[in-house]
């Protein structure tokens, strides 16, 4: 256990300087004009005065070789400068931070709500399948994972905001504010987990040690709990590590709907208006959330599964 | 009920949130409205708006951001301008160019303060302008004249370019050439909290989220009706719709266009003014078939305007007869001429096209405009009754903008501001129709346009800028450079608020008058 932690965490640098490198080198690949883009972010420009593209590109070492700017970039990333914005010429480091925030919570809200959703109900469903739960939970699910954030997100405000105004349709900071977002973004990540659990631990009772443990009297809960839902529980927990990386960053439509700012809003301008440094602090966070969530999700998925634990002893 | 909902185009769109937005609308027209009020005035109010653009570049005054600032009250620029395009005092209460026709004067208005504290000086004035001027990057008001200002004593500034420029007092009304304190600029891009001398100042701005403003005691005008503001940026039209219903906006700007007939009656107070923008048919004269006029005049009389103004736009749009429209005081007012799809085969023969050689062109367009597809297929139809066969192609503007300069098209579908933040047309004139035009898509080349244009380099009198305007107006019209199609318009929603008019330059918003009510 320790060894397999010790390996993982000396490949996070790894995982950093190959992130680091793709993050630099993806938006050079779009072909468009990194100035022309800065300029149309900044005025709308129509009709691109060649002087001011030459002045931005100086401005920002656009005319310079590209190991040049890579190893400008890389040497300030390692001494913890995340460089300056050029679309709002302030701090990376004062938009990254705040937005991170943003998206974490949000995100982590929603796998939490998933998870005290979709766990239950998935376990449940499991104890007699082809049951009426068992047939409501799986059209439940597979609407879940079907309806798009953006149709279940108007819906939402539309029911609980228009309809009967309880809560509010737009922004962030207040908790109420936080309930239609998070319950559009768990909406999928529950879904799934319902059915993934379903079928572990539909799969998990059909195993013979189960059927012993029935066999010495042990209750149907407990053997569904203790034998099926634990299985299953690592599955998806498991799961968790991808999904973190996969909502922060994609978490899009549910922040411009919400008017939220999070990451992927910021990421989403940025991109737009080429503000590489910003694209490239925000994609490099990303992996490397994702890369830590996806070890913790390891190592808790390992310390909920003995069998799984002596194998990497 | 409402009729329908449909949406205003995000400034940024990519597929995602294009279809999101739509289908998010489409949800909308089951929705109703919510309750009136009773008129009266509510002193000391507070009124939330859910703007449609936030902050992108720091609220910086060199960029679009000044729009923002500008909106809400909390800047202002030497010079105000009207409805009529002509200059009107704001900072300046004066001006007059100098016997070296390279230089103005600007006289100050004497007893204003920045929200700070700071008084307004001439050096103040020229300490902002030849900030904005001196940028790698200046916003296209002052880009390009060499401007340059310096003090004339405390109360006036003196502003010289490299040639004499004629609209230099409608170029420093610009919301970019916004006066801020000199301690603003102590900072990139120069802070505007709590520098501005607009009637409001801004007291907290949580990033792209929110800003809150307070009234401006120190203000030199009209005393602001509001005792505060709560501006949040929605970026999703449907989203600000949903928050003008849900009661969580008293103002929604820019929404959905066919909002604009559900958010009305009784319970919505609902302006809606022609913005001074064209959607039009950009037709390339470089090469066949449209160096021929015969087949430019084909396409203009197979296209029903306003079939695409009152049908396809479901009413959200105003039928062009020329270039310019109602917006402007130099535009046409009148109703674009009927389709006559028989004079659009008739010309085609001309041609020499026909059922034995069909003329086959490509229609392209972009999406980052939602209006701009919609029109697309509706034109193709309407071609297609003229017997020309037009292919469809809507993809990414930046993408193709190398082939439209290059004149490697057929026909392009362009939503173009005619105004470019300055009052005066003489800019898209001269970039988009002159010979030398850096941005001549239709590839248009007449020097008699341009000898028309000619006297816009020194006349300094608006209305005779705005009859030149009308003229070049009318030759445009008579060689077919393109077809206007449609006027978008610019649309804004009240709700419970007095004192609201939309500015089709988008530079006022949050003014004295405006007030909630009970």
Redesign the interface.
Known sequence: MTALVARRLLALPLVAVAAAVLVFLLPRFSGQDTALAILRSRTGESDPDPAVLAALREQYGLDGSWWDQFTGWAGALLRGDLGISWTSRTPVSGLLWPALGVSLTLTVAALVLAALVGIPLGVRAARRPGGRLDRVLTTGSVLGVAIPEFVLGTALVLAFAVTVPVLPATGWGDVDQAVLPVLTLAAFPAALAAQLVRAETVDALARPHVAVARSKGISDGRVLWRHGGRLALTSVTSLSGLFLGGLLGGSVVVEVLFAIPGLGRLLYDAVLGQDLPVVQAGLLAIVLVAAVAGILAELLALALDPVARSAVR | MPAACAVVAP??S?L??A???A??AA??T??GGSGGGSGRVVPDGQATI?MAFG????Y?V???DAFVVSQLGVTESLVASGPDGRPRPALATAWAQQSDPRTWRFELRPGVTFQNGEPLTGQAAATALNWVAGV?????AV??IGLQAAADGADAVRVTTTKPDPILPLRLSSANAAILAPSAYRA??PSVQQTGTGPMTITQA?????VTLVRNDRYWGERPQLAGVTA?????P??RA??L????ADIAQELPEASALEFSGDEYVNQTVAAPRTASLILNQSRKPFADIRVRQAVAAAVDRTALGEQALAGSAIPASELFGPAVAWGSQDAPPPADPARARQLLTEAGYGPDNPLRIELGAYGARPELPTLATAVQEMLRGAGIEATVRIGDY??REPQLLAGDFDMYLLS?SYLLDVPDAGATLT?DYTCQG??NLNHYCSPEFDALLAPLATETDPAARQKVFTEAAAKLTADVVGVPLVHTNANGVGHRVTGYTVDPLAKSLVVPGLATTE
């Open positions: 400034r940024r990519r995602r949130v279809v999101a937005v289908v998010s949800v909308l089951a929705c859910a902050p992108s570049a720091g910086g060199d960029t679009d790698a990057a200046p916003p296209r880009r390009g990139t891009p949580n990033g792209t989220q929110s949040n940026f929605v970026p999703d449907a989203a949903l928050a219903r849900a009661g969580d930046d993408a173009r970039t850096s941005y």
